[in-house]
């Protein structure tokens, strides 16, 4: 079975600096899907980054990134010039490639202080 | 943009009763998926349906049931409601499962709370 763990329950950051979230996840697929969802308060979740397993460039959407690592089982997020926008809870999570079911982590809450 | 829709947004309920959920995926999804999360848990899957078929299945109890109409909708019936039951229930659509973008696009949610 699939897993993903996010070790960090909460981070913060100043607003305009750059924060990483963490997260590692173990499967014995090799095709398969990893995201990164953002919830903010009292609002749906909704698709923050997303990347393909068989692709080895780190997937970037404007001021987000993730560092992908394979072989170590490794996802992280780094987002750059932080908005107070962007508080919220973060969740890291996988899907295999076909499927129908994304496990979720338990999610990192990020404050973005001014 | 036409998001997915959930009805009731907010639902009480007393222990043993019966509720039902209902979720409006987006045009043309086929695929329709439930999360449960308790007040500040990651979202727990449930079950999924691909064209009207139940497609996977997670930590749904038996008390819990669900289908996918020839709509598309999906509605999520649990009954025998125990306290443990409170908690938000999302509903996400996606094209053909997990075989395009992966994507899941979620609704606002239905807030269960069970007295």
């Known amino acids: 079975a699939q897993t993903v763990t996010q070790s960090q329950p909460e981070m913060s950051v100043q607003e305009a600096e750059t924060v990483t979230l963490s997260c590692t996840y173990d499967?014995?697929?090799?095709?398969?899907?990893l995201f990164w969802y953002k919830q903010p308060p009292s609002r749906q979740m909704i698709l923050v980054i997303r990347q393909e397993a068989y692709k080895q460039q780190n997937a970037t959407e404007n001021r987000f990134s993730v560092n992908f690592q394979k072989a170590a089982k490794s996802f992280s997020l780094k987002i750059s010039d932080s908005q107070l926008g962007d508080t919220a809870m973060y969740f890291c999570?996988?899907?295999?490639?076909?499927?129908?079911?994304?496990?979720f982590g338990a999610g990192t809450r990020l404050f973005v202080k001014a | 943009a036409a998001g997915v829709i959930q009805s009731p947004r907010h639902l009480i309920k007393e222990k043993r009763e019966t509720a039902t959920l209902k979720c409006y995926p987006i045009?043309?999804?086929?695929?329709v998926y439930w999360y449960q999360q308790g007040p500040g848990q990651d979202p727990q899957f449930l079950i999924s349906?691909?064209?009207?078929?139940?497609?996977d299945k997670g930590s749904i109890p038996d008390r819990f049931s669900a289908q996918q109409f020839s709509d598309y909708h999906s509605e999520l019936n649990m009954s025998s409601l125990e306290l443990g039951d409170s908690a938000l229930y999302f509903c996400?659509?996606?094209?053909?499962?997990?075989?395009?973008?992966?994507?899941?696009?979620f609704g606002e949610g239905s807030r269960l709370t069970v007295l």
């Open positions: 045009p043309r999804h086929d695929t």
């Open positions: 349906f691909y064209e009207k078929m139940q497609s």
């Open positions: 499967t014995s697929e090799s095709n398969y899907y």
């Open positions: 996400a659509s996606s094209s053909y499962g997990g075989a395009t973008t992966g994507e899941l696009f």
């Open positions: 999570a996988f899907m295999n490639t076909g499927g129908f079911k994304t496990i």
